[in-house]
């Protein structure tokens, strides 16, 4: 399946924007972080930028992981690169590589990563038609978007995509048990749910329609056991440091 591993055994373990609780958010310094701990699976959110280009970011502004004030969209990619993005993570001493980074960078920044799932992140009609169309352009191609799966909460994004790249793997990021009839309408691979909602979900269902599914965002391990009694195809993580080698240990029944 495009954008997806092939099904496993064992339960992949996504960082949760890089390693959110571990190392700065959406920036290179904590995937790197993240890498060097033995991820290879990452989730990641994107933005637009002022001069229109998609960022690694998750708010709608700079102000809770910077030292700046604003909409992420009035800012030049430049302006964001110069911004430190350490302020509502774990203490981390190294400002090296902790700016809000554009996708392309991130991907080149990040090779050992076999598949990210890149979330965009809800805005504007207008916002949400021009990132597919930057996606579009950015995966042109089958092969140019192999590791990759774009997921969002976005009708609009999943509609566009599906119409203009239909090549692009999609996911629906849902809190509903019944997500089903939008995966059906935007013809996605992935199913991103909520773990408070994930036993909820039917989870023979989607295994027969061929969906992987996801859970965010898991950082209990009491919860990760479960998940992988009820076969879950992957967790996403803010700290990948306990769930990967939990994970690893864990047998599929």
């Not at 991820?39 to 990641?44: D, I, T, W």
């Not at 960022?55 to 110069?82: C, F, I, P, Q, S």
């Not at 554009?102 to 050992?112: I, Y």
């Not at 059906?184 to 599914?213: E, P, T």
Request: charged letters at 25%; a positive charge; one cysteine or more.
């Amino acid at each position: 399946m495009l954008g997806l591993p092939q099904r496993k055994e064992e339960m992949l373990v996504y960082g949760h924007r890089g390693a959110g609780g571990e190392a700065p958010e959406n920036t290179i310094a904590g995937c790197k972080h993240a890498i060097e701990r033995g991820v290879r699976y990452l989730e990641l959110d994107m933005r637009l930028s002022k001069d229109d280009q998609l960022v690694m970011l998750h708010d709608d502004t700079v102000d809770r992981t910077t030292e700046h004030k604003g909409k992420v969209n009035t800012y030049t990619v430049a302006e964001l690169k110069k911004m430190d993005a350490r302020r509502d993570g774990p203490p981390w001493p190294n400002k090296r590589d902790t700016g809000i980074v554009t996708l392309d960078s991130m991907l080149e920044a990040t090779p050992e990563i076999k598949g990210y799932q890149l979330e965009v992140k809800t805005g504007s009609t207008a916002q949400m038609n021009r990132t597919a169309e930057l996606l579009a352009e950015r995966f042109p191609t089958q092969s140019s978007v192999e590791k990759v799966v774009i997921t969002s909460s976005s009708l609009t994004v999943l509609q566009q995509l599906k119409t203009i790249a239909p090549h692009i793997p999609r996911g629906y990021i849902s809190i509903t048990p019944n997500p089903f009839p939008v995966l059906d309408r935007f013809d996605c691979c992935l199913l991103a749910i909520s773990w408070s909602v994930s036993n909820l979900i039917n989870i023979g269902h989607a295994r027969r329609k061929g969906l992987h599914v996801s859970v965010w965002t898991v950082n209990d391990a009491s919860v990760i056991k479960n998940l992988n009694r009820l076969k879950i195809d992957s967790v996403i993580t803010d700290y990948p440091s306990m769930a990967l080698p939990l994970a690893a240990s864990l047998e599929r029944k």
